[in-house]
T-cell receptor, first 109, second 115 residues
Framework: DAKTTQPPSMDCAEGRAANLPCNHS???????VYWYRQIHSQGPQYIIH???NNETNEMASLIITEDRKSSTLILPHATLRDTAVYYC??????????FGTGTSLTVIP | DAGVTQSPTHLIKTRGQQVTLRCSPK?????VSWYQQALGQGPQFIFQ???????QRGNFPDRFSGHQFPNYSSELNVNALLLGDSALYLC??????????????FGSGTQLSVL
């Protein structure tokens, strides 16, 4: 499975959009991009996933570049409760999910 | 609809002992994956069970073993505990082969401390 690269930490002002980048330059055509987040001492929570097209749900938007080598998770109006570690995972259907060290997002009041 | 449940929530053992952790998957899910998460690290994949068989395995020694029951629940067993086995153990369930792309749903984990 393709490996991912994420910045170790980011800050975002409350109420502003949080844009979390992920590089996955070795992604294969049948690999999906998933985003999970983990609030301290809890299990990771599914946020969103995509293959080629941009996706949006009630939690976030996922923007995947045309060459699929990178993506951005967008939290449109960050709140203090969005403070968490965010993991970008690339995997094909039926394969294990590899969690790196993620991006620690801190939302500042 | 209950999500993924794990028991116990906390456990303290001593070196050399054995431990069993339990997981009940989300309703409608048939696959259980186990992860180990050390402090400050991301979850590391241990293994996955589907149809009562170990389907995939990560880079963990044979001291880590598991089982899946006909009702899809699962156990993780760790023998000859080491201090380095202290971690949060996470169970995730999913549904393989369904119409939707697989998504993992996680429990809250079991915090294991080895003294």
């Amino acid at each position: 499975d393709a490996k991912t690269t994420q910045p170790p930490s980011m800050d975002c002002a409350e109420g502003r959009a949080a844009n979390l980048p992920c590089n996955h330059s070795t992604i294969s055509g049948n690999e999906y991009v998933y985003w999970y987040r983990q609030i301290h001492s809890q299990g990771p929570q599914y946020i969103i996933h995509g293959l080629k097209n941009n996706e949006t749900n009630e939690m976030a938007s996922l923007i995947i570049t045309e060459d699929r080598k990178s993506s951005t998770l967008i939290l449109p109006h960050a709140t203090l409760r969005d403070t968490a570690v965010y993991y970008c995972i690339v995997t094909r259907a039926g394969n294990q999910f590899y969690f790196g060290t993620g991006t620690s997002l801190t939302v500042i009041p | 609809d209950a999500g993924v449940t794990q028991s116990p929530t906390h456990l303290i053992k001593t070196r050399g002992q054995q431990v069993t952790l339990r997981c009940s998957p989300k309703s409608g899910h048939d696959t259980v994956s186990w992860y180990q998460q050390a402090l400050g690290q991301g979850p590391q994949f241990i293994f996955q069970y589907y149809e009562e068989e170990e389907r995939q395995r990560g880079n963990f020694p044979d001291r880590f073993s598991g089982h899946q029951f006909p009702n899809y629940s699962s156990e993780l067993n760790v023998n000859a505990l080491l201090l380095g086995d202290s971690a949060l153990y996470l169970c995730a369930s999913s549904r393989l082969g369904g119409a939707e792309v697989e998504k993992l749903f996680f429990g809250s984990g079991t915090q294991l401390s080895v003294l």
